[in-house]
């Protein structure tokens, strides 16, 4: 009988013997088919083998428009924002800061966006989205119902580099199903141990990292998902009354985030293929992307800056869904004149109670 040393239990890692027509494990009393921990070295080997980028070499245009709309660059001097906008767009409030300290220059180009989603929802929806969403902020500062400051939002659209792949992916876990049962003596509990194989192919479209430094990452993400069936070639008419941010975060710097965002997706969604598992813990991971696409593209945002007690709150409206998201503050005086009230109707409940007990 010869030892394979090629071949380790995969519960305790000591060596397996041939025995019959399966691998033996002398240390535990466990078998396994030989085909089976073929299969499984192979898949480990896989699994554990580094993971692969390819991305496309992009090469971002310069912008050459032909449409009728007169461009102007405006900046921020308070946040340093560089932006594009329509050149009667007037007075601005800086769509980041909140800032009136806009100062409009001559259009001094930019790079030009392979495709942009244009606007749904006009203004005047993006507030009446925000004046429902504020409903349900209990105790709000008065200054967040003011119509005038609602009417500071500015339409951006923000810069984001959208990736396209395909991805292979090799997962491996170690897993656990414990079953109970007793009879009139005893209480069992038996562990059985798996070792997981998870391998397959999936396919991403339009992921989305945000180009611009000054954009929140946190609110760009939490204002998807956008409907890219919407999304068309790159006009300069559909700036008209919008303001539109140019990239500053680099392509390279925004393919970090591309592969931790394919790489962590892929896992997750070999993941969800474990749940009837008590217990899965992950062992080693390889992702590869191929056919990796890059583009540069502008989608449309609704920004609100509203200060309260010395804090800038910030608010991003989907401009093609009208999500909100943003967070509100509490009037600690509203909130405080709510429980004095709810404490004297208790109060007054409880006297009167009292009242008719004595009687």
């Known amino acids: 009988m010869d030892t394979i040393n090629s071949y380790k239990c995969p519960c305790c890692g000591a060596p397996l013997v041939f025995l019959g027509e399966e691998l033996h494990c002398d240390s535990c009393d466990n078998t396994f088919p030989v085909e089976t921990m073929k299969e499984m070295s192979e898949g480990m080997a896989e699994a554990g083998g580094a993971s692969k980028y390819d991305w496309e070499n992009y090469e971002p245009r310069s912008y050459e428009d032909t449409s009728d709309v007169n461009l102007a660059n405006y900046s921020c001097k308070a946040c340093g924002a560089e932006i594009t906008g329509d050149d009667t ?27 942009i989603i244009p606007f749904k929802v006009d203004k005047k929806a993006a507030m009446a989205a925000f004046e429902a969403d504020f409903k349900n902020a209990p105790f709000l500062p008065d200054e967040f119902k003011s119509k005038k400051k609602i009417e500071e939002m500015a339409g951006v659209y923000v810069p984001f580099w959208m990736f396209d792949c395909d991805c292979d992916a090799y997962v491996t876990y170690n ?76 392509l390279d710097e925004s393919i970090k985030r591309a592969n931790e965002i394919v790489k962590n997706s892929t896992i997750k969604a070999f993941d969800d293929t474990t749940d009837n598992y008590i217990a899965v813990y992950p062992e080693q991971s390889r992702v590869s992307f191929s056919n990796g696409k890059v583009r540069y593209s502008l989608l449309p945002v609704w920004m609100l800056n509203i200060k309260y007690l010395d804090k800038m709150y910030k608010f991003a409206i989907n401009g093609q869904t009208g999500k909100v998201v943003g967070e509100y503050p509490v009037d600690e005086g509203k909130k405080k004149k709510y429980f004095w009230k709810i404490a004297g109707i208790a109060y007054l409940v409880a006297a009167v109670v009292a009242y008719f007990m004595l009687f």
Not at 89 to 105: A, D, E, F, M
Not at 218 to 233: G, I, K, L, Q, T
Not at 239 to 249: E, H, M, N
């Open 89 to 115: 767009l007037g007075s601005t409030v800086c769509p980041y800061c909140g800032q009136s300290t806009i100062v409009k220059g001559q259009f001094e180009g930019t790079l030009r966006p392979d495709y």
């Open 175 to 250: 897993a656990e199903r414990v079953t109970h049962w007793s009879d009139s003596n005893y209480n069992y509990t038996k562990t059985d141990h798996f070792k997981l194989l998870r391998a397959g192919s999936v396919g991403f479209a339009n992921i989305p990292v945000d180009g611009s430094k000054k954009a929140d990452d946190s609110y760009m993400e939490a204002v998807e998902p956008f409907n890219y069936e919407d999304a068309v070639d790159f006009n300069g008419a559909y700036l008209s009354g919008y303001l539109a941010d140019k990239y500053d975060v680099s």
